[in-house]
C-alpha cells in the first residue's frame, strides 16, 4: 500500500481486446464490453484524483508518470497530423509530440503522436511500458506505451492504456527501443472519460505531464 496521495480514492479498472486496427478494436470493443472492478486503494500520480486502471494493474504503474525533468509547451488548435497539442522535453533529446487526442462514439480515446530521439544513443526505457512487477505485462510488450495513461481532473479518475487477455497493450512497441536521431510515430487507446471533459493529463512514464485537448472523430 502506498502513503496516502490523491489518487487514494476507488480506482476503476476498464481492459478490451487486442490490437487491431482501430475500427477492428473498437468493433472488438463494443462486443465484448469491459471488465470493471472496484478496488480500495493508495495511488502516487502527479495530479489529483482516483485512478481508472485496467484489469490486470494491480496499482501503481503510473506512480512515476510526470516524474521527469523538463517543459511542457501546449497548443489549442484543432487535432490533425500538423497539429502540436503539447510537447514534452524529457531533458535528455528525447522528445514526445503529441499531435491529437480523438474520443470516438465507441467509448475511446486515442492519444497519437511522435517520440524523436535526440539524445545521441539508442533510447530504451522499460519504464514506459509501466509496473516493473507485471512480469507479463514486460515480456507481452516489451518497451512500449503502455504504461501511459489519462488523468481526469474533474472527475479525480486516472485510466490506462487498454490491454487484451495476454497483456499486449493497444499502443505502439518499440522492443529494441528508439535509435538515435529516429522520430517513430506513436499512439495509446484509453477509456474515455464522460464527454463532459474537454481536457485531460497525458502522462508517460519518467516524463514530465502534457494537458491536452480533447476532439471529437470526424465521421
Not at 490533425?80 to 531533458?91: I, N, W
Not at 464522460?194 to 481536457?199: A, F, N
Request: net charge neutral; hydrophobic share 35%.
Amino acid at each position: 500500500m502506498h502513503s496516502e496521495g490523491p489518487y487514494d480514492k476507488e480506482w476503476i479498472i476498464l481492459r478490451t481486446f487486442a490490437r487491431r486496427p482501430l475500427a477492428a478494436r473498437t468493433a472488438a470493443a463494443v462486443t465484448t464490453g469491459a471488465l470493471v472492478l472496484l478496488l480500495g486503494a493508495c495511488g502516487s500520480g502527479s495530479g489529483s484524483g482516483e485512478d481508472a486502471e485496467g484489469s490486470t494493474e494491480s496499482g501503481n504503474s503510473a506512480g512515476s508518470a510526470g516524474s521527469g525533468d523538463g517543459k511542457v509547451a501546449a497548443a489549442d488548435s484543432a487535432a490533425d497530423d500538423d497539429t502540436v497539442l503539447a510537447t514534452v522535453d524529457k531533458g535528455d533529446g528525447v522528445k514526445l509530440v503529441v499531435n491529437s487526442a480523438v474520443r470516438d462514439d465507441a467509448g475511446f480515446v486515442t492519444v497519437s503522436g511522435k517520440v524523436k530521439n535526440g539524445s545521441g544513443r539508442t533510447f530504451l526505457d522499460h519504464a514506459w511500458t509501466g509496473n516493473p512487477m507485471e512480469l507479463d505485462l514486460r515480456k507481452a510488450n516489451g518497451m512500449s506505451m503502455a504504461g501511459a495513461s489519462l488523468v481526469d481532473k474533474t472527475n479525480k479518475k486516472r485510466y490506462l492504456v487498454l490491454k487484451d487477455t495476454s497483456h499486449k497493450c493497444l499502443c505502439t512497441k518499440y522492443p529494441t527501443g528508439i535509435k538515435k536521431g529516429a522520430t517513430v510515430e506513436f499512439y495509446a487507446q484509453f477509456p474515455a472519460p464522460p464527454k463532459s471533459v474537454g481536457k485531460v493529463d497525458f502522462q508517460v512514464p519518467t516524463l514530465p505531464t502534457a494537458t491536452v485537448a480533447l476532439s471529437s472523430a470526424q465521421s
